[in-house]
């Protein structure tokens, strides 16, 4: 029996947590760099090309070879602006999250593509290994059938370093938290969608909401099924 949610049910402005983890739950991020360079790799992709001047960059004869290759890199990369919205996110050592809205319905498996396929070999490269074998298996994604999943699913992921005794305020983790609280600004992460669905839940502050440790019983309900493997962090 295939494991759960392998076997993907993709939808046109489907709502997706997407996971995955090192294989044999061994790192995916070594150090500060990879994970900065994975965020870099989301912000490419998310963030709307702007195309006119990198064309002017490369019809310009006062342009060097470098900044020309440079632009003609970055007009021939996947983007996916248009058809992926990043709402929630969090990297932890051996694994991550993700919570999207796609509005084709493919758009989710070639944005993977590109996202999985471009780091495992940045990572291979770095660290000198063998070609492949980074993740587990490919990446799972689970359809969100509720806006009361949504809410709570962004609570669950930003909380995922609270499993590894970290403080949510002075964490080291890359998150999208600080974009929730108004801490940050990143044009490519959207939260705004879930903050207005969040004031309907009837709590002060979205920041409340993911500190309070009693509301973990209640979170359950809601997440079931949109929760990871048995066994996966």
Known sequence: MPAKNRIKVYAENGYYHIYNRGVEKRKIYED???????????????????????TKIVADSNSTFAQRA???????????????????????????????????????????????TRYVQ????????????????????????????????????HRNPLKQGLSLKECPEPSSYPN??????QIWVKPDEILALFAKEGFNSYEAFVDDNFLEEKSWHYLENVMLDEGQA
């Open 32 to 54: 500060e760099q990879d994970k900065g360079v994975f965020l870099s790799y989301l912000k490419e992709y998310l963030s709307p090309k702007d195309i006119e001047p990198l």
């Open 122 to 157: 940045y990572f291979n490269h770095r660290h000198e290994r063998r070609v492949g074998g980074l993740f587990q298996d490919a990446y799972k994604a689970v359809l969100v059938e509720s806006e009361e999943q949504l809410v709570w699913l962004t609570r669950y992921i």
């Open 180 to 185: 929730y609280l108004g801490l940050v600004n």
């Open 70 to 116: 440079e632009a003609l890199r970055l007009l021939r990369m996947n983007n996916f602006s248009g058809e992926i919205d990043l709402l929630c996110f969090c990297l932890m050592d051996n694994h991550f999250h993700l919570l999207v809205k796609q509005k084709d319905e493919r758009a989710i498996e070639m944005f993977m593509r590109s996202l999985c």
